[in-house]
């Protein structure tokens, strides 16, 4: 994956990331079906859930589906973050990606859990390099 650079700001150097990083997979099932379907909430808790894992959030970008269901995507300066629900099975996908060591994607498990309010969940944390 080609991320060159981050800018923490106009005036700060250049932030070279590191080919390496955490990725975590969250299967989120029996969830609060009122919030499945509802995109400007499942766009903002994608933005909450990214920010506490202590990344940058560059875009978000979110689709509503016919008849049910969002898709949400975060790009991050540190990688990217996705979350796709499935109102008509209950169930909500979310995957996230950060280069390096600084961010924790595992910090966006509670943000996820407190407004989702999951019955199971199913998680996997891989590191990649």
């Given at each position: 994956m080609a991320h060159p650079t981050?800018?923490?700001?106009?005036?700060?150097s250049t932030i070279l990331h590191e080919a390496s990083g955490f990725h975590l997979l969250l299967t989120l099932k029996d969830c609060d079906p009122a919030l499945l379907n509802d995109l400007p909430k499942l766009?903002?808790?994608t933005r909450a859930?990214?920010?506490?894992?202590g990344a940058t959030v560059l875009e978000i970008c979110t689709k509503q589906f016919s008849p049910v269901g969002v898709t949400?995507?975060?790009?991050?300066?540190?990688?990217?973050?996705?979350?796709?629900?499935y109102p008509?099975?209950?169930?909500?996908f979310w995957d996230i990606f950060t280069c390096g060591t600084i961010c924790k994607p595992?910090?966006?498990?509670?943000?996820?859990?407190?407004?989702?309010?999951?019955?199971?969940?199913?998680k996997?944390?891989?590191k990649r390099n």
């Open positions: 981050q800018q923490k700001s106009p005036s700060a766009q903002e808790l859930a990214a920010e506490a894992t949400s995507m975060a790009v991050l300066a540190e990688s990217h973050a996705s979350l796709h629900t008509e099975a209950n169930v909500v595992e910090l966006s498990i509670d943000v996820l859990t407190s407004a989702l309010k999951p019955g199971t969940i199913t996997r944390l891989i």
